[in-house]
């Protein structure tokens, strides 16, 4: 039998969107961005039922994408003239690939444009040229909110491992973030020991689980995650983690349609 989340934990799901890479065989043209950007909000219209929040992703592995606040900011347009249910939007923002100045300037960008909250991670190393900043993720954070940034502007959050590391999640805490989100969780029992040590200092604790399908086994192992444990029953490893956290991020990598069904499957 599929999982079915209890009433009370119903309404808690983020879903990872990655924006359409600018690099292919050349340059992509204009028209083709927007055919793109026009496929990823047919994918929004699909998950919106069943979702409350779209993360979109900022430049994978270093790779060049659309940036995830013009992304963002175009979902967030065309949902707001939707008068269906509608997620919100978050956007992650790799700090390696901007300057303290540039960072402010898009926070910024993200308030104006309606965006619920941003992501700070420092991403991968930049496939051309060097880091821009070399602060970790926290200490931006804590920067934004000494220049006066609040949560009723925009809320931010930063990332945590996925098993139990008492100092780095109290040096992330200290940087007064809204929420921490884990790197993907191999174990529900990481997420419950997780959650045990942050014990409601932060408003949100999201834990980041991948569709456990044969589809996405490659990119799971690259985490050490064995899919094969879940693969029967997708949905309730997803149920499990939630038990342990305020909400959950859903990435399914590599089949968008094995993501679609399980979220459909948790409501």
């Known amino acids: 039998m599929p999982a079915v989340l209890p009433a009370h934990l119903s309404k808690k799901i983020v879903y990872e969107l990655d924006p359409p890479h600018l690099l292919g065989d050349g340059l992509l043209r204009k028209e083709d961005i927007e055919k793109k950007l026009e496929h990823l909000r047919k994918r929004v ?37 939707d008068e269906k249910r509608k997620p919100e939007v978050m956007c992650s923002l790799r700090t390696c690939d901007h300057s303290a100045n540039a960072i402010v300037r898009k926070v910024f960008e993200a308030m104006i444009s309606g965006i619920k909250g941003m992501l700070f991670v420092r991403g991968d190393d930049p496939r051309f ?11 931006v954070v804590k920067k934004l909110r000494e220049i006066g940034f609040r949560s009723n502007h925009i809320k931010f959050y930063l990332t945590t491992g996925a098993t139990l590391n008492k100092q780095n999640i109290d040096r992330e805490i200290a940087s007064d973030p809204d929420g921490l989100v884990t790197q993907i969780i191999r174990n529900p029992e990481d997420m419950k020991e997780i959650s045990k040590h942050v014990g409601g200092r932060v408003s949100e604790l999201i834990g980041t689980v991948p569709v456990p399908s044969a589809a996405n086994a490659p990119s799971a192992q690259m985490f050490g995650f064995d899919v094969s444990r879940y693969a029967r029953e997708p949905a309730r490893f997803v149920s499990d983690v939630l038990r342990y956290s305020t909400r959950i991020l859903v990435t399914s990598p590599r089949s968008f349609d094995d993501g679609l069904e399980v979220v459909n499957r948790l409501r």
């Open 129 to 139: 040229g060097g880091s821009l900043n070399p602060e970790i993720p926290s200490k």
């Open 45 to 81: 219209d699909q998950l919106e039922k069943n979702v409350d929040e779209i993360l979109i992703t900022d430049s994978v592995l270093g790779f060049p994408r659309v940036p995830a606040i013009y992304v963002a900011d175009h979902l967030v347009s065309s949902l707001v003239k």
